[in-house]
């Protein structure tokens, strides 16, 4: 206990910091899929692939009959998506981390089956699947 007091400043550092590096653990997040899962969601239709990366980065490569509206551009364009709102929605972007903060505003706005693709389209390539330019 002496330790402690003594060491006031130093043991708050640590629980500080420790609760820094737990945080991204702990947020949350919205729903994620695998590229297999992916895969699987698309193959039993009803969903609809949704591209958040600018149009450049679209434009090099993308999966198979995306919708491309980049991450800025969501807000101001989410009721080109009302047609879909019963639909599977896969937000795709390159790593993941657009994707999810896509999903969370979809979800925002009534999509209640929205996923990103875990690992973004780097993931998706890396198992394999294709690409469409």
């Known amino acids: ?6 060491n006031i400043f130093v043991v708050a550092i640590a629980v500080v910091s420790g609760a820094a590096l737990l945080w ?3 947020a949350p997040r919205g729903k994620r899929a695998s ?7 698309i193959n039993r239709g009803k969903s609809l692939v949704l591209d958040v990366r600018s149009a450049d980065e679209f434009a090099a490569g993308h999966v198979r009959d995306a919708k491309n ?4 551009d969501l807000g101001n364009r989410i009721g080109e ?3 879909s709102k019963t639909r599977t929605v896969i937000v795709v972007c390159q790593t993941g981390a ?9 979800q925002a706005a009534g999509f209640e089956d929205a996923h990103a693709l875990e690992g973004g389209l ?3 390539k890396a198992a394999g699947l294709p690409v469409t330019k």
């Open 1 to 6: 206990m002496n330790f402690i007091i003594d």
């Open 24 to 26: 991204p653990a702990l």
């Open 35 to 41: 590229p297999l899962q992916a895969t699987q969601m």
């Open 69 to 72: 509206i980049p991450l800025a």
């Open 81 to 83: 998506l009302e047609k």
């Open 98 to 106: 657009r994707a999810d903060k896509a999903v969370r505003q979809l």
């Open 122 to 124: 780097a993931a998706w």
